[in-house]
């Protein structure tokens, strides 16, 4: 069985890997970035490692446009099936020689789409917090049919039949619910959850309705 050749070059009679720290430093001098030490070339190795650590997290509809080459897709893809920690831990240093083949305008677009996920989840997360502020605000005692009128004021299109429902009955259940033992966790029924997903869903409408480029709303005039 033939040996795949290795791929790399020749300097001076000296074999260099692709992706190698050696390679990486020649190809700074190339660039006439001449003062990297080696505790540099070190650090950025291994934050290139990280980064190829986060890009298994990516969203398939982030990954596709980065257009990523074949061997490191497939690369990502068997350290998602890997379970053992030193097997993983070698496929990640593979990854890691993987990216440091990548051109910068290729690290840099893949650092530019897990902001792009990062800062969606952001957006989630504070809509998941803001929900649960609403709903208990709509389900007070006091004050229920002010937040209510609040509500509609700021979110018209919801569909006001169901909220009310909602409300009506999380009240019931929650007039109807045993009384808990100190310091044990409420029970809350179905009305409670479903409730916190109507509110979670219009805050998310909302904020992306918010976030709509001036562009596209200059288009829009414009059309």
């Not at 190809?27 to 980064?51: F, N």
Request: proline share 3%.
């Amino acid at each position: 069985m033939s040996r795949k050749p290795k791929r790399g070059y020749y300097v001076k009679g000296h074999f260099v890997h692709e992706g190698s720290e050696l390679d990486l430093e020649l190809k700074r001098q190339a660039k006439g970035d001449v003062d990297i030490s080696k505790s540099d070339l070190k650090r950025e190795s291994e934050a290139l490692q990280e980064l190829g650590e986060e890009l298994l997290t990516l969203r398939s509809d982030l990954m596709a446009p980065l257009e990523l080459p074949d061997k490191l897709m497939e690369a990502l893809a068997d350290a998602r099936r890997i379970s053992n920690f030193e097997g993983k831990r070698r496929q990640m240093q593979f990854i890691g020689k993987l990216m440091r083949k990548l051109d910068d305008e290729v690290i840099d677009a893949v650092r530019a789409a897990l902001q792009v996920q990062r800062d969606g989840s952001a957006s989630e997360l504070a809509a998941l917090h803001q929900a649960e502020h609403w709903r208990e605000r709509l389900l007070a005692e006091d004050g229920g049919d002010d937040a209510l009128t609040e509500w509609l004021q700021q979110y018209p299109d919801t569909d006001i039949q169901q909220l009310r429902a909602l409300i009506r009955q999380a009240r019931k259940d929650a007039q109807a619910a045993p009384k808990e033992q100190p310091g044990a966790a409420q029970r809350h029924g179905r009305a409670y959850r479903e409730l916190f997903q109507l509110v979670k869903v219009e805050l998310l409408k909302a904020s992306v309705v918010d976030t709509a480029s001036p562009e596209d709303t200059d288009e829009d005039s414009a059309e």
